[in-house]
């Protein structure tokens, strides 16, 4: 019995099969393709007989190879990181409308007699009020250093534990690239005290901060290596008055 060529869909005769064709070497395939239809002249034909670490693998196959799969896990990698950066600007206006509207009277917010917001109009005192623009801006561009920013930076996690070679350098950078955040907002402090002897410890911690509207970002175990515990910094003066 005859088989198909996958590629022109003709038959293979069962008689010159042996020489005018090749079969696939995928585990899950054995498909036979016409040699001239997968472009195997004579003398690849000839290597790959007579060699067996020299194989023939169809297209689908290389599809699956492991080469084929990194480069479509690097496709995966981008749109999550594009997912992410689409997070981190929506946190970024949810942080926006709270100092935007979080604290404000009604009256501040346009919202007269009929209880709709916006446009101005009647407030709960009787008097009209104009429209008020309180837009508020957070950029999110982690690309841009041009420019000196100050942010906000109210908590601290301690991060632990790792080799004791591990510099302030290496977990900024870390943070950097797993946040996609400018490494000039991220504060880094390694936890030893002046006199250790770096050699005697079996690990170190690290203190670390990054900008109040994205601090919860530290708690996503994704970002951090197998192992690590991060859990919120304490200062140890704060714990003396607790204790008291």
Same mark, same amino acid.
């Given at each position: 019995m005859s088989d198909n060529c996958p590629k022109c869909k003709k038959s293979i005769g069962a008689k010159d099969a042996a020489s005018t064709s090749i079969g696939c070497s995928g585990d899950d395939c054995r498909r036979r393709f016409?040699?001239?239809?997968?472009? &195997?002249?004579?003398?690849?034909?000839?290597? &790959?007989?007579?060699n067996p670490m020299v194989s023939f693998h169809c297209d689908e196959c290389k599809n699956q190879s492991p080469r084929a799969l990194a480069t479509k896990?690097?496709? !995966?990698?981008? $749109?999550?990181?594009?997912?992410? %950066? #689409?997070? %981190?600007?929506?946190? #970024?206006?949810?942080?926006?409308?709270?100092? /935007?509207?979080?604290?404000?009277?009604?009256?501040?917010?346009?919202?007269?007699? #009929?209880?709709?917001a916006g446009g101005g109009g009647t407030g709960l005192d009787g008097k009209k009020h104009p429209q008020q623009n309180n837009l508020i801006v957070v950029g999110n561009n982690c690309n841009s250093d041009r420019l000196q920013v100050v942010c906000d930076y109210g908590r601290w996690v301690q991060v632990g534990k790792f080799a004791t070679n591990t510099s302030e350098e290496d977990v900024v950078d870390h943070l950097a690239e797993e946040l996609k955040i400018n490494k000039n907002l991220v $504060?880094?402090?390694?936890?030893?005290?002046?006199?250790?002897?770096?050699? /005697?410890?079996?690990?170190?911690?690290? $203190? &670390?901060? !990054?900008?109040?509207?994205r601090f919860n970002e530290l708690f996503n175990e994704a970002i951090w290596p197998s192992g690590v515990m991060v859990s919120p910094f304490t200062p140890r003066s704060q714990l003396n008055q607790n204790r008291l």
């Open positions: 016409h040699r001239t239809c997968v472009n &195997i002249d004579d003398a690849l034909f000839e290597a &790959i007989q007579k896990l690097q496709t !995966i990698e981008e $749109k999550v990181n594009k997912v992410c %950066n #689409g997070v %981190n600007q929506i946190q #970024g206006r949810m942080y926006q409308q709270y100092f /935007q509207f979080g604290n404000q009277p009604l009256q501040a917010l346009g919202v007269g007699s #009929g209880g709709v $504060k880094c402090t390694k936890l030893v005290k002046n006199d250790a002897n770096l050699s /005697q410890l079996s690990y170190c911690k690290f $203190k &670390i901060s !990054i900008p109040d509207y």
